[in-house]
């Protein structure tokens, strides 16, 4: 598995944005959001049950990792018209502002070390990645439990402050100072 100081590997794929296939297919690079801040976030597979508690749950917060120059990317081994088929069955996922890539030949899932040995599915995995392209964040959890965007959310605001950290530290606290 790719880890901190990596850099995110260069891929192309289809994301989909939306719930009219005429309109909701999109190609995305590695190069598509130069300059932005990533946060890649993999689940299993689409029509699951604790995949769309995440995806809403990051959909619900995701003005405010714009407002922090990030772009989020939902990611899965599923095919551009599963994910559609998908957004299109729930009201809830209808309404997801964010791109979820296709990751249809698991090219991605497979360059950042994130399928599950056994089901040959993306791990439930999450990456902040800077600007320039390197890998900041990575944290994993088991297929069973999701993951709080809010951490997530607050730990890419702990990397932009470039600033020692401590446990439990919320935008707008003092950092650290090194002695």
């Not at 260069?10 to 989909?16: I, M, N, P, R």
């Not at 998908?86 to 994130?114: C, H, M, N, Y």
């Not at 965007?149 to 935008?171: F, G, S, Y």
């Amino acid at each position: 598995m790719l880890t901190v100081g990596d850099k995110l590997p260069a891929f192309s794929l289809t994301a989909v944005e939306g719930t009219d296939p005429k309109t909701a297919f999109a190609p995305v690079t590695n190069e598509t959001y130069a300059g932005k801040w990533l946060v890649i976030f993999a689940w299993p597979k689409d029509f699951t049950f604790v995949c769309p508690t995440e995806i809403v749950g990051f959909n619900e917060i995701e003005s405010e990792f714009a407002d922090r120059d990030a772009q989020l990317l939902g990611l899965s081994i599923d095919s551009e018209f599963v994910h559609v088929a998908w957004r299109q069955s729930r009201e809830d996922l209808g309404k997801v502002t964010f791109p979820w890539l296709a990751d249809i030949k698991r090219e991605l899932s497979q360059a950042l070390g994130i399928l599950h040995k056994e089901e040959g599915v993306a791990l439930r995995a999450t990456f902040i990645v800077d600007p320039e392209g390197i890998i900041r964040y990575v944290g994993v959890n088991d297929l069973s439990v999701g993951r709080n965007p809010k951490e997530v959310l607050r730990t890419l605001d702990a990397l932009q402050t470039d600033e020692l950290c401590p446990c439990n530290w919320q935008n707008g606290q003092e950092t650290l100072q090194a002695a």
